[in-house]
């Protein structure tokens, strides 16, 4: 593991970096009947819609407080006062999500304090939950977003007190990482040791993609404010992802519900250890659809190691993802020469390249340009290193947020056995597809230089 | 301060609806609908100006805020351009807790200094955005430091998202191009043919649906503000015969203040539409004529026009029957709300709605004289009661942007992208055959029966469909 470098430079080109308010409202996405309110400009309400639209291709409910210059200059408790007694009587939602913005952060409002005060005022409003999340756009990406809005959430909706513990029922705090497919399949398991989780947030209920009978204003499915409510009464709080490190401890702290962190669920370790936790919290054997889905994994390694060893991949995305997909690729052989992140976070210890710039995707160029275009066989990143990896003729692996160049971005499965067996071979087929690299640029130690044949008969190509 | 400066954007002498306003009804502004709290939807006034500008494809387009503004906005609109990537590469400070509590200047200042040095762009447009319009950043006096250190044009656009709407920012980005880049620059070569053309962005390649017609008249675009430009032929604008403004409302203050200040005449058009194409040719060679273009002009513009219809017209053909009385429901903006319509009527379509949201009086009473009394004219509306419309089939197809597309869709109606991520181009006598040819597969495709279909569990008592 190398230490991070930071990106000095005054300019970002290409960002990679998300704004934290945005990871706020997808996370707010993921309770039900919700509707996510981003105190702020319109505008930064219509960027996070637009963006959100494009990768999960449907309708993203989302309002905006709609600050103006004077109302900014004169506080904002009025504008976002309006904001919700508006959304209360048209969408009638059971939760409201508000997000910070840069705007109202940088002004820094007392917005618990008019809250309670609007509160007062709206006795109205006793049955409509309200959340409150700072998510300023200045401090930190896409992840931490969605760990203030989900810490913001227990805060907000989990009442203090141990109580009564009930022994079948698990909380799993699902990270940003994760797909709804993702959290759907890591659901069923635990399901399937009789163990009943209350999934915060959870957005296989919310935007998997489903047609629903009527239109509704607000979000339809994820986590219900009772389900919530009763996270204070599980025997244990599974979390994916180191950023949900905080929120599981703030549910120990606040109601003595015990947590282990899984930086991960992809790869047959990773998963292994997550089993074994729940086998040893349900007191239950492992199910026997599992094992054999343990075993097609180990049958996939086995047939796939040739293919993924000695390959070279750069990385992008926030850090939780980089982790899953580096240390993944890294236990099949496979090398990670550069692995590019958007802000500093505890996770980046924790992936396996070679070399990890805190920065945009003009870094991921510009080292992949230092090392050689035959230097790096696959990008892993999001839509938007679409033209790096073209300008390069390298293929890329759309991963992370936002996909808007392909569909199904919502439903790509790859935590589990079967998840990770799926992105095995997806990435194997990808090598394949391009056929052999040559050898020597897989030559251990990475300061060697690729071979360069100087006839016909180099022995690059073999094999 | 942008406030004073943005009321007197709304005070219009080229625009006929603004002068037979009051004062107190001209200050309100023509499209700008005071934005309620909880139940606004659309874009800001950066985003706005960016819209307007961004297309100019050599510049670089710098974004000083936090990383909302750009990192989640970047490389999202499918403006094209035919050289140049630069406008495309998402270019901001990223402003960090830090810098808010510096200020940002020095960040603003070593940013250009890395972009000149890295990409050597013929100008910088330094967008202004909430937070430095909050906290007070010099940006206008760091953009004059770095164009004399650099020696290039650093231009500041200040539009901030909180000072308004989309179409304010539209206003303020044609203010910035008139002030600070028009008339700085003179072309190496002059026509009697040259025109402006304002407004058209090149979205999903439009100009270049026009460009070739164009070309074939010997009318050449001197500028082109802003699609597929390029920041030399803007700066020469000043030099043109002639403006058209494209579609575009919001730019009829550039095409007027171009006139007061070089004597540039203008007029209003639209490319949508084969009417509406022939029409703008025919304004464009009239203007040009009069100020001193070749005689014959007008001559060839005509045949090229009865050339052009009729291989349209040709084209369309093999459509019309499955077009014809097909009922659209419009929910787009501004002009694009009237333009839409009198190309969907030569397609022998029905419009039963459409959207004034955005649109100016003007643009609404176009509207009612084009689609007659009974279709509705609506503005802003839920999705909810646009679902319900749907539903209860009152329509069969949404022309939409992508953001109601999913209303459509899961109402299991057909949908077609007007906005700005669509993927084809819609313009001149080529664009309205791609028209007909995507409404024509949007609806006739044989999935609308499938999606359809009772679920079996739901159809226990219906008969199964026989096999073939």
Known sequence: MSAALLATKACAVKPLKVSPALGGALAFLGLDRALPLLHGSQGCTAFAVVLAVRHFREAIPLQTTAMSEISTILGGADNLEQAIENIFKRAAPAVIGICSTALTETRDDDIVGDLKLMRERHPDWDDLAIVYARTPDFLGSLEQGWAAAVEATIRALVPPGSGRKRLRQVNLLAGSHLTPGDVEAIAETITAFGLTPIILPDLSGSLDGHVADAHVPTTLGGSTIDAIRRMGHSVLTLAVGDHMRGAAALLEDRCGVPFRVFDRLTGLAAFDGFVAELIAVSGAKAPEHLQRQRSRLVDAMLDGHGTLGNRTLALAGEGDMLVAMGRFVTELGARVPVAVAPCAAPSLAHVPAERIIVGDLDDLEQAIAAAGADSIELIVANSHAAEIAQFFDIPLMRAGFPIFDRLGAGHQVTVGYEGSRTLLFALANTFIARGHAPAAAAAPGATLPPFVGETDHAPASSC | ?468
Request: proline fraction near 6%; charge should be neutral; aromatic fraction near 6%.
């Open chain 2, 1 to 468: 301060m942008p406030t004073p400066s943005a009321a007197n954007l709304f005070n219009e002498p080229g625009c006929a609806v603004n002068q037979a306003k009051g004062d107190k009804q001209r200050k309100v502004g023509c499209s700008a609908r005071t934005l309620t709290p909880g139940a606004a939807a659309g874009g800001c006034a950066f985003d706005g100006a960016k819209i307007a500008l961004q297309p100019i494809a050599d510049a670089a387009h710098l974004v000083h805020g936090p990383i909302a503004c750009e990192g989640n906005s970047w490389d999202s609109r499918h403006a094209l351009s035919s050289g140049p990537q630069l406008f495309r590469t998402g270019l901001t400070t990223d402003l960090s807790e830090l810098d808010i509590i510096h200020g940002g200047e020095k960040k603003l200042y070593r940013a250009i200094k890395q972009i000149v040095e890295r990409f050597r762009p013929p100008a910088v447009f330094v967008y202004v955005t909430c937070v430095p319009a909050l906290i007070g950043d010099d940006v206008e006096a760091v953009c004059t430091a770095a164009a004399e250190r650099f020696a290039t044009p650093v231009i500041p656009v200040v539009a901030p998202g909180f000072v308004g709407s989309k179409s304010l920012g539209n206003k303020l980005a044609g203010r910035v191009l008139l002030e600070r880049v028009i008339g700085t620059r003179e072309p190496d070569v002059l026509t009697p043919c040259d025109i402006n053309l304002i407004g058209e962005y090149n979205v999903a390649g439009e100009l270049w649906q026009v460009k070739p017609l164009l070309d074939r008249l010997g009318i050449r675009i001197l500028a082109s503000i802003t699609g597929d430009g390029r920041y030399h032929d803007v700066a020469c604008a000043h030099r043109a015969r002639v403006s058209m403004v494209v579609c575009s409302q919001a730019m009829v203050a550039l095409a007027r203040g171009i006139e007061d200040r070089y004597g540039i005449p203008f007029f209003e058009g639209s490319f949508y539409g084969i009417g509406n194409t022939s029409a703008a040719l025919r304004q464009l060679a009239r203007f040009l004529t009069a100020a001193g273009a070749p005689a014959d002009l007008a001559e060839r513009t005509e045949a090229l026009i009865t050339a052009e219809e009729a291989r349209a017209t040709r084209a369309l053909a093999p459509y019309q029957r499955a077009l014809k009385d097909k009922r659209v429901l419009l929910y787009t903006g501004g002009v694009k709300s009237w333009s839409v319509v009198s190309a969907l009527h030569e397609l022998g379509m029905t419009v039963v709605g459409t959207s004034v949201r955005k649109s100016t009086d003007d643009d609404q009473a176009r509207i009612r004289e084009l689609i007659g009394e009974e279709a509705m004219l609506f503005g802003q509306v839920p999705a909810k009661e646009m679902d319900r419309r749907l539903r209860a089939g009152e329509a069969d197809i949404l022309m939409s942007g992508g953001r109601t597309q999913f209303v459509a869709l899961k109402a299991r109606v057909p949908w077609l992208d007007i906005n700005q991520e669509r993927e084809d181009a819609y313009a001149g006598y080529g664009g309205i055959v791609n028209l007909a040819h995507r409404l024509h597969g949007a609806l006739t495709n044989p999935v609308w029966a499938e999606v359809r279909r009772p679920a079996p569990w739901a159809a226990a008592d219906a008969p199964a469909e026989a096999a073939p």
